[in-house]
């Protein structure tokens, strides 16, 4: 069993649409949660950072992390065209920068116009 | 502001032959790293140098190699390619240790890389 576990898609939804990416992990020592956003052809960039449980939103985006389920969650509101893109969950247990991310496989959505 | 530059960003190469991708980033991070992305395989870690004269193995190390030229550099090589390395790699560095958002990668563009 991998220790993060990324539904690959693709996800396909219309534009305007309300957006959920999900990651499940089994190491509970894992305490510092992101999301990557990547285009096409291009590298991966942050998207959100978040520590332990709860929300933090960004303008549209909105990162939900629950400690207790091991499960965290990207909402998208009022999805663009622009948000088309892969997604990559990451984490760690700790703040350092000398300690690997453990990465889930990445969901491909598409936003139909 | 250029991040982390990586070359070449595309190349082709035949079984048997050899070629360095290079990696340099401006950020004054500490920690570099080498990943290869592949269809729903997601990002892999190759070898990491948590710090300039250390390099250290990933999950999938074998027919790789890595210098750590400097600070700023960091560089992957392929002695004998092989089909199976035909691939995406991404070059990342991270912050130093124990600032805020430290665990941080920044990433490259990518080198798209077919071996033959």
């Known amino acids: 069993q991998k220790e993060v576990e990324q539904d690959p898609g693709p996800l396909s939804v219309p534009e305007g649409a309300i957006v959920s990416l999900n990651c499940t992990y089994s190491?509970?020592?894992?305490?510092?949660f992101m999301w990557y956003r990547q285009y096409s052809r291009k590298g991966p960039e942050l998207l959100m950072y978040?520590?332990?449980?709860g929300n933090k939103e960004d303008g549209r985006f909105t990162a939900q992390v629950d400690k207790s389920s091991k499960y965290i969650s990207l909402f998208i509101r009022d999805s663009q065209p622009s948000d088309s893109a892969t997604y990559l969950c990451?984490?760690?247990?700790?703040?350092?920068?000398?300690?690997?991310?453990?990465f889930g496989t990445g969901t491909r959505l598409t936003i139909i116009p | 502001n250029a991040g982390v530059t990586q070359t070449p960003k595309f190349q082709v190469l035949k079984t048997g032959q050899s070629m360095t991708l290079q990696c340099a980033q401006d950020?004054?991070?500490?920690?570099m790293y080498w990943y290869r992305q592949d269809p729903g395989m997601g990002l892999r870690l190759i070898y990491y140098?948590?710090?300039?004269?250390?390099?250290d193995k990933g999950e999938v190390p074998n027919g790789y190699n890595v210098s750590r030229l400097n600070k700023r550099e960091f560089s992957l090589r392929l002695e004998s390619a092989a089909p199976s390395q035909t691939s995406v790699y991404f070059c990342?560095?991270?912050?130093?240790?124990?600032?805020?958002?430290?665990?941080?990668?920044?990433f490259g563009a990518g080198s798209r890389l077919t071996v033959l």
């Open positions: 140098s948590a710090s300039e004269g250390t390099t």
């Open positions: 190491n509970s020592a894992f305490q510092y």
């Open positions: 978040t520590y332990s449980s």
């Open positions: 990342a560095s991270r912050a130093n240790g124990g600032s805020s958002g430290a665990n941080v990668l920044t």
């Open positions: 950020m004054n991070h500490n920690s």
């Open positions: 990451a984490m760690s247990a700790t703040n350092f920068g000398n300690e690997k991310l453990t």
